[in-house]
């Protein structure tokens, strides 16, 4: 083979090869194309999803928009259309595949973001289709608790009879009832109380939630829970009773009512001290004079032998000191 001909065929492979590796570089960029394409697509998507625009919805999905596309947090246009009660988008997305257990970085589903917006018909649809009724966020929340902390009663009623936990607790301790009583949320816990929830539950710190309502000054609270035969001189962790809870914080009307309902007055920590040491050490003295109206006794002492009116001293506390003396 003459030298010439070896040069054409040589020439001719390098040829094909450069028009190979154009082609590629075309498909390749041809690819690139498409994918930054998609994301502003996907972008366009969560954004209809949101406002509810149920045409572009449809338009962009039909024109290949992921389904299951995500912000930078990991929030679906599932999700945001839940939030917003988007019904109608929601029905799109889930025919179109819309994967219902998606979650966020903290761990959040659509029916968490359709519970806390407090959309009702939104977390019957998404009920009806299966989603998950017990799961928790990273942070131990479940959507019962979540409904409650909002003061979504419609949904607590509805979570509750699709079979919700109510002995769940979140990642501070905290059951459904307790999240209830901090709020003050009477209808609530009745709904929580017919339910099933466990009125006497001890969470983190030994504390139940006739303790938060009275450390939160929630008297129509106590009533329900004393009338649900909570135990009320339960005792936490350190001892300390609901009574001891209230004084430490002045709530007088929630002393009152803990006391009309037989709560011991002299019952104390594991310090020795009683709701009278609570009051007199925290200058309430609205809660002190209460106390000792009702028999409370001034002359006690705490493990250490000091008496309430030391500690009233300390502070100087005159008005409880005189209370006392």
């Not at 942070?139 to 979540?146: E, I, P």
């Amino acid at each position: 083979m003459s030298f010439q001909k070896n040069l054409m065929m040589w020439q001719r492979g390098k040829d094909k090869m450069k028009i190979s590796q154009y082609l590629l570089a075309l498909a390749l960029l041809s690819g690139l194309a498409a994918t930054h394409a998609e994301g502003p697509m996907n972008a366009r998507l969560i954004d209809a999803s949101e406002a509810g625009e149920v045409s572009i919805v449809r338009e962009l999905l039909s024109a290949g928009a992921s389904v299951n596309a995500h912000s930078a947090v990991g929030k679906t246009p599932l999700m945001f259309a839940s939030q917003e009660g988007h019904l109608e988008v929601v029905k799109i997305l889930m025919k179109h595949g819309a994967y219902l257990e998606a979650v966020t970085e903290d761990g959040c589903r659509a029916l968490f973001c359709a519970v806390g917006a407090g959309h009702l018909d939104v977390v019957n649809y998404l009920l009806e289709h299966g989603a998950k009724l017990n799961v928790r966020t990273r942070s131990g929340c479940s959507v019962l608790s979540v409904a409650v902390r909002e003061g979504h009663n419609d949904i607590v009623r509805v979570l509750l009879e699709k079979g919700a936990d109510t002995e769940g607790v979140d990642g501070d301790g905290n059951t459904a009832l307790m999240l209830a009583a901090e709020r003050g949320s009477v209808d609530a816990a009745k709904l929580l109380i017919d339910g099933g929830a466990e009125v006497d539950r001890q969470g983190r710190y030994g504390a139940t939630a006739l303790m938060k309502a009275a450390y939160a000054g929630q008297v129509a609270f106590i009533e329900l829970l004393t009338w649900s035969r909570a135990q009320i001189d339960a005792r936490d962790m350190d001892g300390a009773t609901a009574l001891i809870w209230a004084a430490e914080q002045g709530r007088t009307k929630v002393v009152e009512a803990l006391l009309a309902q037989r709560a011991n007055i002299e019952a104390s920590n594991d310090e020795g001290w009683t709701a009278l040491f609570e009051a007199a050490h925290s200058g309430h003295v609205d809660t002190l004079r209460l106390l000792l109206k009702h028999g409370a006794s001034a002359s006690v002492t705490d493990a250490s032998g000091l008496t309430p009116a030391y500690y009233a001293r300390q502070h100087g506390y005159k008005q409880i000191i005189d209370l006392l003396e």
